[in-house]
């Protein structure tokens, strides 16, 4: 392997923090791969764990790889190989029979690498397979397909690291007992198989959004989506989730100001946004409604894409928000989506005709439900009421940053002291 | 092929209304159709209707003593009122043929996988 490599061109030099960046993008791949060829995922994961420990030992020294994805697969192939002999031998050696059927394994045969990259759709449609919950699809898509570690997918979702151990040993368990397929939904199954996916991936960047140190999630995430729109083209909702990841994206930065605390997007310093992420994120909705097969991660891309538009808060598109809120609704009738739209109502009708969209949702108990009633309130000149709502709002905050926000009494609270 | 149970579970107080005579012939239709359907598949095993809980009796032996209680193992609102054993492909065929005959008898089903079927004494 090392001698392919001097051959290949001379080496460059490479540290063992910048072997675990390039093994952590390409062992989902690798994993994928090994999980069709060898039908078990446990196997796939510790051949390509035994890689990762021939990687950190030879690439500083021998350089990379010139195709470090198919040098990874290959060699968790061979060590999985390896491994499932010694398994059979041992087998044999204490007269049991082979489960795994004589030899079917050809070392030299050339591992498919490179074009079939289905592998990883499979992978991630076994993974947020609706026979298993959701907290389980979210860690197995992680560990699996992100090559995150245990402790780090643990620590992402705030669990102790058993906790998250005993979730992904059960859901592989379920997965290899029930027999989960490893194949990609056909077309008439999709309507019912892709939400869990998305969904999945959306949750993934809003644990990172949420959290302050996990902004590797958010990340993990843009991957994610970006591996499904490319090999998923023809799916809209898939575009639609990738352009929604990037438009977010590009604000994410100015939602912090230096102190750790949350910005609105009305203060929002708006030169700090990403040009490059909203230009990425626009041409994706402009696809997207080439193609007017509409749904709601598309609609939700081209509210924050009107966002982006807006060079100050006051002059957003307010009406055109509204519009497409109301499509949104029409097909996702949340309390959520509710609320959001009664926010860009108040911004084009004021905040009595906001206050009067959201009295009646049902969201006791949902933060940003307060959040915005406290906002209402303090903007028609209730402020008793507000100040008791912005009390409730910061109770039911999940981070820091945001009680700290709300205690303060919120945008108001921060400018007029 | 692996070997799944779908087991139909209905709820003892359930407060739904009886089903009159014509929704029971056309519920007794549909599951009739659904275990054609098995059949031709090659999928059909086995299937069972067990009578009401209140006819179980546990027994159980402790210190060689043998204690026999009437009624239940588990008190339980609901309870296993009877089963398939199908062969399918994996667990997604599973779960159609589930969604049918769930659909067919108005009740939810439990799918659960075989770890394992014998045929013969020790098999």
């Known amino acids: ?417 | 092929m692996p070997h799944y149970m779908l087991a139909a579970h209905t709820r003892q107080e359930d407060t739904a209304p009886a089903l009159t005579d014509e929704e029971m012939k056309a519920s007794w239709q549909r599951i009739q159709r659904v275990e054609a359907d098995l059949k031709s598949a090659g999928a059909w095993v086995f299937s069972a209707r067990l009578h009401d809980p209140d006819t179980a009796t546990v027994v159980r032996v402790s210190n060689g003593d043998v204690l026999t209680t009437d009624g239940p193992f588990a008190e339980s609102k609901d309870h296993l009122g009877g089963f398939y054993v199908i062969e399918a492909a994996d667990l997604d065929a599973a779960l159609a043929w589930a969604a049918r005959v769930s659909e067919a008898i108005g009740n939810p089903i439990e799918v659960r996988p075989f770890a394992g079927v014998a045929w013969e004494p020790g098999g």
């Open chain 1, 1 to 417: 392997m090392a001698d392919e490599a001097r051959a290949n061109g001379a080496p460059s030099p490479i540290d063992s923090s910048e072997v675990g960046r390039i093994f952590r993008e390409e062992s989902g791949r690798s994993i994928a791969t090994l999980i069709r060829r060898f039908g078990d995922i446990d196997v796939a994961e510790d051949a390509v764990q035994d890689a990762f420990a021939i990687a950190l030992e030879r690439w500083p020294v021998d350089g990379l790889p010139p195709n470090p994805g198919g040098w990874v697969t290959t060699t968790a192939r061979n060590r999985a190989i390896d491994r499932l002999r010694r398994a059979a031998r041992e087998r044999e050696l204490l007269g049991q029979a082979s489960v795994m059927g004589p030899e079917p394994f050809d070392r030299d045969a050339p591992e498919e690498v490179g074009p079939v990259q289905d592998d990883r759709l499979r992978l991630i449609f076994t993974c947020c397979h609706p026979a298993l919950a959701v907290e389980a699809q979210v860690a197995l898509t992680l560990r699996l397909l992100g090559g995150l570690s245990t402790s780090e997918v643990a620590s992402a979702f705030l669990v102790p690291e058993p906790t998250m151990e005993k979730r992904l040993v059960r859901a592989k368990h379920k997965i290899r007992a029930a027999r989960v397929p490893y194949r990609i939904p056909e077309d008439h199954e999709l309507p019912a198989r892709l939400p869990p996916v998305l969904a999945v991936v959306y949750l993934i960047y809003n644990a990172g959004l949420n959290g302050r140190a996990q902004s590797a999630l958010c990340g993990e995430a843009i991957r994610l989506a970006t591996v499904l729109a490319e090999l998923m083209p023809d799916e809209g909702e898939v575009a639609g989730l990738l352009a929604l990841l990037l438009l977010i994206e590009a604000r994410r930065a100015a939602r912090t100001a230096p102190d750790g605390s949350l910005v609105l997007l009305a203060d929002q310093d708006r030169s700090r946004w990403d040009r490059g992420l909203i230009a990425e994120g626009h041409a994706i909705v402009r696809a997207c409604l080439r193609r007017n097969r509409p749904g709601p991660y598309q609609i939700q891309a081209a509210i924050n894409a009107v966002h982006a538009d807006a060079s100050t808060f006051q002059e957003t598109d307010w009406a055109q928000i509204v519009a497409l809120y109301d499509q949104l609704l029409a097909m996702t009738p949340t309390p959520v989506v509710a609320l959001n739209r009664a926010v860009a109502v108040g911004e084009v009708a004021g905040p009595a005709a906001a206050l009067a969209l959201v009295e009646d949702l049902e969201l006791d108990g949902y933060h940003p439900f307060h959040a915005t009633r406290a906002d209402l309130l303090w903007r028609v000149g209730r402020r008793a009421e507000a100040g008791i709502e912005f009390q409730r709002a910061a109770e039911t905050a999940q981070t820091e940053a945001e009680r700290e926000f709300l205690r303060l009494g919120g945008r108001w609270g921060a400018r007029s002291p």
